[in-house]
T-cell receptor, first 113, second 113 residues
């Protein structure tokens, strides 16, 4: 079973703060994704990547940067956090070849005060 | 742009009965993949079942099956012989040629004894 690990599991910051969420997958998947989950909206795609150095814009990218440093690691950056970014963030990965399913991490709960 | 719509916010059923959850999607892609995921009470997101757009046969896995109606852009999830443990939030999702996975808002299922 594919493993996707997110850290931290919980994070509290203040408005204007700088936050980095980390995601690592250990199955050599090509694609990695960042989603946010909010009541009534389901999972909304922030950014995704198909390999180291690549970044694709998702559906709700405003206020977020992301960087894929290696095949395994994908980071989500909030440089000036706002209360509207309080949410549950999920990272996911997919091999993009055949299996075509997402493997999810356990999520990071972010609170911006 | 891709879009996935789940209009049922919540459903309650009696244990051991059958439930159907609705999902409609929008895409311009000629080939795409459709998925259902389950989010448990712990927050874990688990893959359930997938339908490839070019396949006419409805996918079935265990007590999960799909009702794929391509002309209506509809992919319903059918759970037979429901169990208390099936209580969860169910998400419909699709992936098109751009490797974006787009999710619906989710349907909360409650199975009562």
């Amino acid at each position: 079973e594919a493993a996707v690990t997110q850290s931290p599991r919980n994070k509290v910051t203040v408005t204007g703060g700088n936050v980095t969420l980390s995601c690592r997958q250990t199955n050599s998947h090509n694609y990695m994704y960042w989603y946010r989950q909010d009541t009534g909206h389901g999972l909304r795609l922030i950014h995704y990547s198909y390999g180291a150095g690549n970044l694709q814009i998702g559906d709700v990218p405003d206020g977020y940067k992301a960087t894929r440093t290696t095949q395994e690691d994908f980071f989500l950056l909030l440089e000036l956090a706002s209360p509207s970014q309080t949410s549950l963030y999920f990272c996911a990965s997919s091999d993009g070849q055949g299996a075509e399913r997402l493997f999810f991490g356990h999520g990071t709960k972010l609170s911006v005060l | 742009a891709q879009k996935v719509t789940q209009t049922q916010t919540s459903i309650s059923v009696v244990e051991k009965t059958t439930v159907t959850m609705d999902c409609v999607y929008e895409t311009r892609d000629s080939s795409y993949f459709l998925f259902w995921y389950k989010q448990t009470a712990s927050g874990e997101i688990v893959f359930l079942i997938r339908q490839d757009s070019y396949k006419k046969e409805n996918a079935t896995v265990g007590h999960y099956s799909l009702n794929f109606q391509k002309p209506k852009s509809s992919i319903g999830l059918i759970i037979t012989a429901t169990q208390i443990e099936d209580s969860a939030v169910y998400f419909c999702a699709m992936r098109g040629g751009n490797y974006k996975y787009v999710f619906g808002a989710g349907t909360r299922l409650k199975v009562i004894a």
